[in-house]
């Protein structure tokens, strides 16, 4: 006791409390966070060798926009930090590598080096650089596990204003737009809310909960799997389609039915 | 006639007993053999009258099931995605309508469809009679009904939609706030009374009910009666044609043949209606979810006739004026009022009051039965044809986030174009069918002027090849005969150069100046035959001497 007091106006005393403080925060930071670490998460999602086959990848295909190390270019924006659901989502659609810029990249068939060993290569790499969203687990995007109605009501207050009620997508500002979600597997649709690829905002697990993610996975595969119950849908896109079969095929049908009644002239007699 | 002596007792008894009373025997005699000018086109205005029919039959239906309450329920019906959510009792009860009643969901479709084949076809029965120019007199009065009717099918129509308080029609009941509540000084008195308070409140899907189902409808039927009343007493204007003139009707009795069509006719609409219930889905309220005022969609479009009124709002600038430069005194939100206000204004104001300008103009004061073939009078198709770019402009633009994303065009741009376009467009529209109705005034002149070509082949002595032309056939002729000069009012100044009188003020010299491009024959029929006028002409031979040839 007497010691320290004796030496706490040491002139070095104010480095080692602090030093001690950092270290104190350290620890505890270490022992409490999630575990989104880039050395842990290159584990977590792939092996070690992963992410060394996902650096050759990575340097092959992506790093003439991404850059050399994922630092960014000009033409492509930095993926440090971005996780390996981004680097999934993105070049299992298709829409990376990009084939040429535009104001958004569309979904397409994959490039031909894609495969799910090589995405999942590259998604560990990309992740070891510094972390963030994992893919989640098949368990954790399973609509069967989900509750539909509950999922509706999220989706409702959350994606229809940009993807239509029933996915069918919409424009955007400036040529971007919300694509249909038919085509997107129930992975890609948690990892787009996890990461919130191209214009699209991030769901992370604070604003809508795995659980509630897993809702509405289960809400749009249930309704894009539905027959529609009366007749064909007319692309479920509500009213324009349906004035538009309403003129062209309701008064075309009527006009050409009037056409035929008053085509035989009674005879002048 | 004559054979029919014998009339059976069974017939003979109550029919005298019935013309002894109410005199319909004599009543018949003089209906039963209206006469009903023949033409594919005067059959138009039937579709939205067979669907009114189809309307009240299947409204009817609906009523027995829709509950028209805002009171909250928890869906526990069979369709899963809404188990358990909270919604309005009107939208659970339309979901049961399609799900549980047997035959709801098609009547639903029914419905619907019927709805929107009755406004789409007083559209295009409108047209017709406006571009024949079947309004003129003695007939403006049925026009103005007309006009009303298709502004009460606007109502009947928004009003009919936003009961099932899906999330789509919460949407155009929003907008329908909106507009409402931008009216200056009374616009939140009236929103406050309409909605019964704060939006959405707790009582308008009851009260658009009301109207829905009982006022609009009951003022439909009382004008459509009055429409086909006045329609049978003024009988109907005919095509001109060979043997018709402003004193007769050429065509069918009513009575077998015309009602015979109009039954046919009935049923090709029913039929129509009901093919596209079965197999278009329409309105799938069960998709949008219930209404929240928190939630929107992508695509949130109203049914097509309100699409024009959906175009300008997407269009205007979003302009607005805060009173004294602060919202504390009020705003006037420029970019609500406009587009609710302006292009219905302009629609609806224009085609009441077009007869009335027409003859302000022609100073025609006569009676008309025979219609007008469009292009006779190409400033009246030429406004029609400006109108309605200005109108398809609105309407298109009203789906423009669904026309950017299927065909990937920049939503902006979609904007930026049609903000030009819907000015502009009226006035190329404009030119381009003045100048197509002259054109075909032209060949219409030149069938009178040198026949019709006849596909024989004439080598004339000197080796030049001509086709011979042969006089049109009587009918064609009549038909196209029965063009007449549009009136003009009388503008010419005296000996001493005084204007008459009514036209020496400014508001006169206009109407002279209006009169004068408006009226009078641009090409007439009979000019230039043995002239050499036409080029036509002078290409066959020169001078008198392809008399002979050609006719």
């Known amino acids: ?269 | 006639m004559s054979e029919m002596t014998a009339v059976p007792k069974a017939i003979a008894g109550p029919s005298s007993y019935l013309d002894d009373r109410i005199g319909a025997g004599t009543f018949l005699k003089r209906n039963m053999r209206k006469i009903f000018p023949d033409h594919w086109s005067f059959l138009l205005g039937e579709i939205a009258l067979y669907s009114f029919i189809i309307l009240l039959l299947s409204g009817t239906f609906l009523t027995f099931f829709f509950k028209p309450s805002m009171m909250h329920v928890i869906y526990d019906g069979p369709y899963d995605p809404l188990k358990g959510v909270v919604m309005s009792e009107a939208y659970a009860s339309a979901l049961e309508i399609s799900f549980e009643v047997r035959g709801g969901l098609l009547m639903r479709q029914i419905h619907h469809w019927a709805a929107l084949l009755f406004v789409a076809g007083m559209m295009v029965h409108m047209l017709r009679v406006f571009f024949t120019g079947a309004y003129r007199k003695p007939r403006e009065l049925n026009w103005l009904i007309g006009v009303l009717l298709l502004t009460l099918a606007l109502a009947e129509g928004l009003t009919g939609y936003s009961l099932p308080d899906d999330l789509l029609s919460g949407a155009g009941l929003r907008i329908t706030e909106g507009v409402a509540i931008s009216l200056p000084l009374v616009g939140t008195y009236i929103t406050f009374f309409l909605f019964g308070g704060e939006y959405p409140g707790e009582d308008v899907i009851a009260r658009f009910y009301s109207l829905h189902i009982l006022l609009i409808p009951g003022i439909l039927l009382a004008l459509i009666s009055a429409h086909m009343v006045l329609m049978w007493v003024q009988k109907h204007t005919q095509m001109p044609g060979k043997g018709r003139n402003n004193h007769n009707v050429v065509g069918a009795p009513f009575y077998p043949a015309f009602m015979l069509k109009a039954g046919a006719y009935f049923m090709f609409t029913f039929a129509v209606v009901a093919g596209l219930a079965t197999f278009a889905q329409i309105n799938p309220i069960w998709a949008f979810g219930p209404y929240t005022p928190a939630d929107i969609s992508a695509g949130s479009q109203p049914d097509f006739y309100m699409g024009f009124l959906e175009g300008s709002l997407r269009l205007m600038p979003p302009w607005e004026i805060n009173l004294f430069g602060t919202s504390e005194f009020g705003t006037l939100p420029l970019s609500v009022i406009i587009p609710a206000l302006v292009p219905m204004g302009i629609v609806m104001t224009g085609l009441a009051l077009y007869p009335f300008m027409e003859r302000w103009v022609t100073g025609d004061n006569r009676e008309h039965h025979i219609a007008d073939r469009p292009r006779n009078n190409p400033h009246r198709t030429s406004i029609g044809m400006a109108a309605i770019t200005f109108y398809g402009v609105l309407w298109l633009l009203g789906a423009n986030d669904e026309i950017s994303a299927f065909f990937q065009i920049s939503l902006n741009w979609t904007t930026y174009i049609g903000r030009v376009l819907v000015l502009v467009g009226p006035v190329i529209a404009y030119i381009i069918t003045y100048r197509i109705c002259l054109g075909l005034q032209r060949s219409d002149a030149a069938v009178i002027g040198h026949g019709v070509e006849s596909g024989v082949i004439k080598r004339l002595p000197h080796g030049e090849f001509i086709e011979v032309h042969t006089p049109a056939a009587e009918d064609i002729e009549a038909h196209l005969r029965g063009k007449e000069a549009i009136p003009q009012v009388d503008v010419d100044a005296d000996t001493e150069g005084i204007p008459p009188r009514g036209m020496r003020g400014p508001l006169g010299k206009l109407r002279g100046r209006m009169s004068k491009a408006y009226g009078g024959e641009k090409i007439p029929l009979d000019d230039g035959h043995g002239h050499g006028h036409g080029e036509e002409h002078a290409e066959i031979g020169p001078g008198g001497d392809d008399r002979s040839l050609t006719h």
């Open chain 1, 1 to 269: 006791m007497t010691r320290i007091t004796a030496r706490r106006r040491h002139p070095l005393a104010r480095y080692a409390v602090l030093l001690f403080a950092l270290a104190l925060v350290g620890g505890v930071y270490t022992l409490l966070s999630p575990a989104s670490r880039p050395a842990d998460a290159a584990l977590a999602s792939g092996k070690a060798d992963d992410v060394a086959e996902g650096k050759s990848l990575f340097q092959a295909h992506c790093s003439s926009c991404h850059g050399l190390n994922a630092e960014g270019t000009s033409t492509g924006p930095t993926l440090v930090g971005v996780g390996a659901a981004a680097v999934d989502f993105q070049v299992s659609s298709g829409r990376m590598p990009a084939a040429n810029p535009g104001a958004q990249a569309p979904r397409k068939p994959v490039a031909p080096w894609v495969n799910e060993d090589t995405t999942r290569q590259l998604a560990a790499y990309v992740q070891s650089l510094g972390g963030g969203p994992v893919v989640p687990d098949k368990n954790a995007v399973d609509p069967a596990q989900g509750n539909v109605a509950r999922g509706g009501e999220l989706f409702r207050a959350n994606c229809i204003q940009c993807h239509n009620w029933t996915g069918a997508g919409g424009a955007l500002t400036l040529g971007k737009y919300a694509p249909n979600l038919n085509e997107a597997t129930p992975t890609q649709i948690y990892e787009a809310m996890a990461t919130g690829p191209q214009a699209m905002p991030v769901f992370n697990d604070s604003t809508i909960t795995p659980e509630e993610k897993r809702d509405m996975i289960a809400y749009i595969t249930d309704v894009r799997e539905q027959t529609d119950p009366g007749g064909f849908g007319l692309g479920r896109i509500g009213p324009v389609t349906e004035g538009l079969v309403a003129w062209l095929v309701g008064i075309s049908a009527l006009v050409l039915a009037a056409i035929w009644i008053t085509a035989k002239k009674r005879q002048a007699s």
